[in-house]
T-cell receptor
Framework: DQQVKQNSPSLSVQEGRISILNCDYT??????FLWYKKYPAEGPTFLIS?????DKNEDGRFTVFLNKSAKHLSLHIVPSQPGDSAVYFC????????FGAGTRLTVKP | DGGITQSPKYLFRKEGQNVTLSCEQN?????MYWYRQDPGQGLRLIYY???????QKGDIAEGYSVSREKKESFPLTVTSAQKNPTAFYLC????????????FGPGTRLTVL
């Protein structure tokens, strides 16, 4: 039973454009959400998070939006850079933490 | 430098053998976790430990065992009872509680021949 879903396994964007990665969750008890970035053969690294009391959190080129009524969050990367190419995992936390399957982002020069 | 180390990076074992994956952290974190990653799937929790000498099963604990004798160490044993052990294994630690980000090690890719 996947409580956190990333329905797009891959996304390709041009350098300089916006990347939008989406994540849906089913458990209304989740109240803290995180995005992790993962390069091949490495462990994920924390990127940005958002609490359920907010609907937006921004850190440089990265912004996470949370729509609690839709149980949906998204990560926006503007402008996208080739170094952003990686797998991005969405995670949701309440009693414990659950991860989505990941979206592979490719930023083309 | 503070961080999490996992060794070895690649591990090969024959079917039917038990194998232990190492995870060490010097971040002074109370909580440690083991995840398994398979292609097309998210990180699935195997076991976690919130404190020394205590641990709980995650979603896919069958065929695995752990110990937490020291705060810094959380080794994972993949036993012969695990039906599909070939996977990428990730260890993580955090300050504890569900609102703290987890810090991950580099992972161990286990291949059972």
């Amino acid at each position: 039973d996947q409580q956190v879903k990333q329905n797009s396994p891959s996304l390709s964007v041009q350098e300089g454009r916006i990347s939008i990665l989406n994540c849906d969750y089913t458990n209304s008890m989740f109240d803290y959400f995180l995005w992790y970035k993962k390069y091949p053969a490495e462990g994920p690294t924390f990127l940005i998070s958002i609490s359920s009391i907010k609907d937006k959190n921004e850190d440089g080129r990265f912004t996470v939006f949370l729509n609690k009524s839709a149980k949906h969050l998204s990560l926006h990367i503007v402008p996208s850079q080739p170094g952003d190419s990686a797998v991005y995992f969405c995670a949701a936390s309440g009693h414990d933490m659950r991860f989505g399957a990941g979206t592979r982002l490719t930023v083309k020069p | 430098d503070g961080g999490i180390t996992q060794s070895p990076k690649y591990l090969f074992r024959k079917e039917g053998q038990n194998v232990t994956l190492s995870c060490e952290q010097n971040l002074n974190h109370d909580a440690m976790y083991w995840y398994r990653q398979d292609p097309g799937q998210g990180l699935r929790l195997i076991y976690y430990s919130q404190i020394v000498n205590d641990f709980q099963k995650g979603d896919i604990a069958e065929g695995y065992s752990v110990s937490r004798e020291k705060k810094e160490s959380f080794p994972l044993t993949v036993t012969s009872a695990q039906k599909n052990p070939t996977a990428f294994y990730l260890c993580a630690s955090s300050s504890g509680g569900p609102y703290n980000e987890q810090f991950f090690g580099p992972g161990t890719r286990l291949t059972v021949l």
